[in-house]
């Protein structure tokens, strides 16, 4: 969850006030912001995030304070068409799909205890995933959640018991995604499509974060194409290296962090969740070794690392007798990145990153 959304929720709550989250749950067409994007509406017109500006924001924004008035959270659809986008500068002829949740005083107590928990739960770094009724058969279980905790530890309840059991079932896969996914289903509860008139329930997952981090640990000559190519592609860049030569903003101008320090010391300031790419190209065998300790058991969705079939072979072995667990290293993706023929720094890069968007897409699925 973005920091200052965050920060927004948690003053709703701890003075009372009054507000409306909006959150993009399916889009169709061009639109500026993808699902799982969200703005928080306080009562005084104070908003924080967005959802893509311009005029649709603005009318997002009144349907929310009208929200304010009836204490009724809804979804709403926003059709973004070109001729009236033109209008603030942007192009844009889709269609995105809100769902308005009123949070203040006239919200259920077990509903706003569940909020507080989510919000401790993201804040501890435990992972949460949130899955939210945008629609039901019964009116009242609108906006009911379902918080799902990394240990398998469940809060809060739907409305029926076949929701929460299947909304439990698929939130744990949700863990492993990096974007929100609806759940369609019919009166008698079986998967359907969302636009069948079938639809009887309608199921909001978001993962713990739709950030998708990529930590590179080792800043050579690979490192900086991938960490360049990586950012265009849309990853959250982080680069460590213990070499100030090395591990500094002007080598690594596009990533989103650089950290120059001890590799061991680094990664316990980093936070390695299921939306986690980890790349290991340290420049030795004894450094590859640290670093591979130190992430194995961290729920990443990708550790590679570099090296000969040989060399990685013997590290795996040094791991397994220090007790590092079999079935632990055996996710580990090495000889890292696709076979495509690569020789240069940069095509190394190339290959390594084609396999993580692989893998991204295979999670997805």
Known sequence: ??????????KVFEQNLEAVLIT???VLGSTPRKPG????????????GTIGGGCGEAEAKREALNV?????????SLNMTADIAQEEGMVCGGIMELFMEYIGTHTPVENADLNKDYLAAVESHNNPVLVTVIEAAEESWLGNKLVIKTNGDALGDLGKKELNNIAFEKGKIGSRKCQPFLICLDF?????ESSTPKAAYRLLVEPPTTVIQLLILGAGHI???LATMAKIVGYEVTVVDDRPSFANVNRFSTANKVLCADFERALETIDINPQTFVVIITRG???DKVCLKKVINHPAAYIGMIGSRKRVKSLIADLEEEGVAKDALQKLYSPIGLKIGAETPEEIAVSILSELIKVQREIEE
């Not at 973005?2 to 948690?10: E, N």
């Not at 304010?68 to 709403?76: A, C, E, G, I, V």
């Not at 008698?188 to 359907?192: L, M, V």
């Open 1 to 10: 969850m973005d920091k200052q959304l965050y920060l927004g929720l948690k």
């Open 24 to 26: 993009v749950t399916s």
């Open 37 to 48: 994007a969200k703005m928080l509406v306080f009562a005084d017109g104070m908003t924080v």
């Open 68 to 76: 304010l008035t009836t204490y009724d959270s809804k979804t709403y």
């Open 188 to 192: 008698e509860f079986n998967p359907c």
């Open 223 to 225: 490192a900086v194409p």
């Open 285 to 287: 065998h004894r450094y």
